[in-house]
Nanobody, 127 residues
Framework: QVQLVESGGDVVQTGGSLRLSCAAS????????MAWFRRAPGKEREGVGI???????AYADSAKGRFTISRDNAENTLYLQMNSLSPADTAMYYC?????????????????????WGQGTQVTVSS
């Protein structure tokens, strides 16, 4: 069992940056595929980015070039550095953990391969 707690959400102006953290407990995250998802008001949940055990990453098109996902296995923590934020990035952001095979799934963005989820942290980007 893995428990995940996100933090770092805030209100930020367009063009600003935020760094989200996801602290894991209950088990080491080393063998897990880790990911960030988000859900904007009135929209479906969408995958933002994933990171495998060796640090390999993949991103949604909306995140490429602006967001960076990283993990510190020693600290059992996942991060999401977000730059050049726009109002379209306003959403509740969730971290998730799943079997490492999830990182090789073409449908990872649907989130079905992730069994552990945090409660979310709110990011609001003002115009």
């Amino acid at each position: 069992q893995v428990q995940l707690v996100e933090s770092g959400g805030d209100v930020v102006q367009t063009g600003g940056s935020l760094r989200l953290s996801c602290a894991a407990s209950g088990d080491t995250v080393r063998p897990y595929c880790m990911a960030w998802f988000r859900r904007a008001p009135g929209k479906e949940r969408e995958g933002v980015g994933i990171i495998g055990g060796s640090g390999g990453t993949a991103y949604a098109d909306s995140a490429k070039g602006r967001f960076t996902i990283s993990r510190d296995n020693a600290e059992n923590t996942l991060y999401l550095q977000m730059n050049s934020l726009s109002p379209a990035d306003t959403a509740m952001y969730y971290c998730a953990a799943g079997r490492m095979t999830a990182c090789y799934s073409a449908s990872w963005r649907q989130g079905l391969s992730f069994g552990y989820w945090g409660q979310g942290t709110q990011v609001t980007v003002s115009s």
